[in-house]
């Protein structure tokens, strides 16, 4: 497959990125357990400790082979679980694990379309891969509930460079910050990351 070093940069454009999935797709689980993928276990436990209902309908974007998804599982056990991500072979592995009740194979910026309207809205480890925040929070608010949540990751790295908050502050008549957390380890035994490119937790409220 591809050189990892590349994920330090967001691999390429949607058709590399989705050939570059699709080519991991199969090692993929494996890899990151190798190099301590800490963004799953971190999410849920941050959202377990800020949010206090428990969400009937989550939406899973760039769910990948389903490893926040098997957190998510965990904690809301009744819970219906969606998914979407661009690379099928990543959906295919999701879908053997019998966590979602839906997947489609969708980039996580264009517009979705479901019966319900989500309590949750999830984008765990991808937000990196974001070329339009404004079609990405309109996809997300297109599906989801008033008084919904939104719960992601971003790199410390990018976030400065792109003056995150700044883009997080022209959403606020939609989304309301409700709690980011302070920098955390993402792949501490991956060479490129290690302690050097952290991740920050956001949760969001829709108005």
């Given at each position: 497959?591809?050189?990892?070093?590349?994920?330090?940069?967001?691999?390429?454009?949607?058709?590399?990125?989705?050939?570059?999935?699709?080519?991991?797709?199969?090692?993929?689980?494996?890899?990151?357990?190798?190099?301590?993928?800490?963004?799953?276990?971190?999410?849920?436990?941050?959202?377990?400790?800020?949010?206090?209902?428990?969400?009937?309908?989550?939406?899973?974007?760039?769910?990948?082979?389903?490893?926040?998804?098997?957190?998510?599982?965990?904690?809301?056990?009744?819970?219906?679980?969606?998914?979407?991500?661009?690379?099928?072979?990543s959906?295919?592995?999701?879908?053997?694990?019998?966590?979602?009740?839906?997947?489609?194979?969708?980039?996580?910026?264009?517009?979705?379309?479901?019966?319900?309207?989500?309590?949750?809205?999830?984008?765990?480890?991808?937000?990196?891969y974001?070329?339009?925040?404004?079609?990405?929070?309109?996809?997300?608010?297109?599906?989801?509930?008033?008084?919904?949540?939104?719960?992601?990751?971003?790199?410390?790295?990018?976030?400065?460079?792109?003056?995150?908050?700044?883009?997080?502050?022209?959403?606020?008549?939609?989304?309301?910050?409700?709690?980011?957390?302070?920098?955390?380890?993402?792949?501490?035994?991956?060479?490129?990351?290690?302690?050097?490119?952290?991740?920050?937790?956001?949760?969001?409220?829709?108005n």
């Amino acid at each position: 497959m591809s050189n990892f070093k590349s994920l330090v940069s967001g691999v390429g454009n949607l058709s590399k990125t989705t050939k570059y999935y699709d080519d991991w797709s199969k090692n993929y689980d494996e890899t990151l357990k190798l190099w301590n993928y800490q963004a799953p276990k971190k999410s849920i436990k941050f959202l377990k400790e800020t949010l206090n209902i428990k969400p009937k309908n989550i939406l899973d974007l760039a769910c990948g082979t389903g490893l926040f998804g098997i957190e998510l599982k965990k904690i809301y056990p009744k819970s219906n679980i969606y998914g979407s991500d661009i690379s099928k072979k990543s959906l295919k592995i999701s879908s053997d694990k019998k966590i979602y009740i839906k997947l489609k194979n969708k980039n996580f910026e264009e517009l979705h379309y479901y019966n319900t309207k989500f309590d949750l809205i999830s984008l765990i480890g991808s937000m990196t891969y974001c070329k339009n925040f404004k079609k990405l929070f309109a996809n997300i608010n297109k599906n989801i509930k008033k008084k919904g949540f939104v719960l992601f990751t971003h790199r410390v790295d990018l976030w400065k460079q792109q003056d995150f908050f700044n883009i997080l502050k022209k959403h606020q008549k939609t989304f309301k910050i409700t709690k980011i957390s302070r920098p955390l380890n993402y792949l501490p035994l991956n060479k490129d990351f290690e302690n050097k490119i952290k991740i920050k937790i956001v949760l969001l409220q829709k108005n």
